[in-house]
């Protein structure tokens, strides 16, 4: 079945293919009347899709990460594009190209995880060595990290997206370290590495992007602390030698304080050279990403310039048209 994109649907286009519903929701206006408020996705973008005057019986025909076929006409709305839709349609599985709806690259994994093992091998710390291997040897967790996200929005918000957004960090780290004599290589770039390794388990990546129960109720940053004891426990058995405690320490403090500050979700400050220097580079990978972003799905009719993005408290500049 013919289908434009999302990323290059365009103001005033008339619609009739189908979507994902990545979300859903059942609302009633001021005056009363209830319309759905749908968040359509496939492996380009997502788009906010609305249909007025709809009730019930529409909304309980199809579920969350159901496709739909939907008709409809996109238009500009408050600065963003949307499709107003006249009617929806839930639709087989087998009736969609899975290609059109798929975003894992599987060979961009492929890439990414060859180059993490690349850096990960240039560790010449013997423990912090054995404590890599012990996660790179474990085949279930590396088919996790290799298709789970990063986020549910904002950054690296696709499958494969955590593996990028951490060998980014990787590459940063061996940029920068070696300009700062007192910061230790070997465990800023484990830190790069650990950071986030909870988003496996925080993150359901399959279908729409969402937090686990285990997610919500304990978060990534816990679970990457309790990971990362479990892998010192198999680096002891394996190599017979006594991880350091300060060592342990010392990492466990990376993963605490990676986001900064408390308000951001930090237990703790970064109080290391190694963890202030993580958190930067995790602030400039995550930032430039999202930013990226926003330029490449703003459609804005000023060429050189975004839509102001509240999130940001800003337009962005694009580049002379």
Request: some cysteine; proline content about 2%.
């Given at each position: 079945m013919?289908?434009?994109?999302?990323?290059d649907?365009?103001?005033g286009?008339?619609?009739?293919?189908?979507?994902?519903?990545?979300?859903?929701?059942?609302?009633?206006?001021?005056?009363?009347?209830?319309?759905?408020?749908?968040?359509?996705?496939?492996?380009?973008?997502?788009?906010?899709?609305?249909?007025?005057?709809?009730?019930?019986?529409?909304?309980?025909?199809?579920?969350?990460?159901?496709?739909?076929?939907?008709?409809?006409?996109?238009?500009?709305?408050?600065?963003?594009?949307?499709?107003?839709?006249?009617?929806?349609?839930?639709?087989?599985?087998?009736?969609?190209?899975?290609?059109?709806?798929?975003?894992?690259?599987?060979?961009?994994?492929?890439?990414?995880?060859?180059?993490?093992?690349?850096?990960?091998?240039?560790?010449?710390?013997?423990?912090?060595?054995?404590?890599?291997?012990?996660?790179?040897?474990?085949?279930?967790?590396?088919?996790?990290?290799?298709?789970?996200?990063?986020?549910?929005?904002?950054h690296?918000?696709?499958?494969?997206?955590?593996?990028?957004?951490?060998?980014?960090?990787?590459e940063?780290?061996?940029?920068?370290?070696?300009?700062?004599?007192?910061?230790?290589?070997?465990?800023?770039?484990?830190?790069?590495?650990?950071?986030?390794?909870?988003?496996?388990?925080?993150?359901?990546?399959?279908?729409e992007?969402?937090?686990?129960?285990?997610?919500?109720?304990?978060?990534?940053?816990?679970?990457?602390?309790?990971?990362?004891?479990?892998?010192?426990?198999?680096?002891?058995?394996?190599?017979?030698?006594?991880?350091?405690?300060?060592?342990?320490?010392q990492l466990?403090?990376?993963?605490?304080?990676?986001?900064?500050?408390l308000?951001?979700?930090?237990?703790?400050?970064?109080?290391?050279?190694?963890?202030?220097?993580?958190?930067?580079i995790?602030?400039?990978?995550?930032?430039?990403?999202?930013?990226?972003?926003?330029?490449?799905?703003?459609?804005?009719?000023?060429?050189?310039w975004?839509?102001?993005?509240?999130?940001?408290?800003?337009?962005?500049?694009?580049?002379?048209?």
């Amino acid at each position: 079945m013919s289908r434009t994109a999302i990323h290059d649907l365009a103001d005033g286009m008339t619609l009739a293919q189908p979507f994902q519903a990545a979300d859903k929701q059942l609302r009633v206006n001021r005056q009363g009347g209830k319309y759905i408020l749908l968040k359509l996705s496939d492996r380009s973008g997502t788009i906010v899709g609305m249909m007025w005057n709809a009730d019930e019986t529409t909304f309980d025909t199809f579920d969350r990460g159901d496709y739909i076929h939907c008709t409809g006409r996109t238009q500009i709305h408050n600065g963003s594009l949307q499709v107003i839709l006249t009617e929806i349609q839930r639709m087989d599985p087998a009736e969609v190209d899975q290609s059109d709806f798929d975003r894992f690259d599987a060979t961009q994994a492929d890439n990414n995880f060859t180059r993490l093992r690349e850096l990960l091998a240039t560790i010449s710390q013997p423990a912090l060595h054995a404590l890599a291997q012990s996660y790179l040897n474990d085949e279930s967790f590396v088919q996790s990290f290799r298709q789970a996200a990063a986020a549910v929005s904002n950054h690296h918000a696709y499958p494969g997206g955590l593996l990028e957004h951490t060998v980014n960090m990787m590459e940063l780290v061996r940029l920068i370290s070696p300009r700062y004599a007192k910061v230790d290589t070997d465990l800023l770039l484990m830190g790069a590495f650990l950071h986030d390794l909870g988003k496996i388990d925080e993150l359901r990546a399959s279908g729409e992007i969402s937090y686990t129960d285990r997610g919500q109720l304990v978060g990534h940053i816990v679970i990457g602390v309790q990971r990362l004891g479990e892998k010192i426990a198999e680096t002891e058995a394996t190599t017979g030698q006594k991880f350091s405690t300060g060592l342990r320490h010392q990492l466990e403090h990376l993963i605490v304080s990676h986001h900064g500050v408390l308000e951001y979700g930090s237990p703790k400050i970064p109080v290391t050279l190694e963890a202030v220097a993580l958190h930067h580079i995790d602030n400039l990978d995550a930032k430039l990403a999202s930013y990226s972003s926003i330029i490449d799905s703003d459609i804005a009719a000023d060429g050189n310039w975004t839509n102001y993005t509240p999130s940001i408290g800003r337009k962005l500049w694009k580049g002379d048209s």
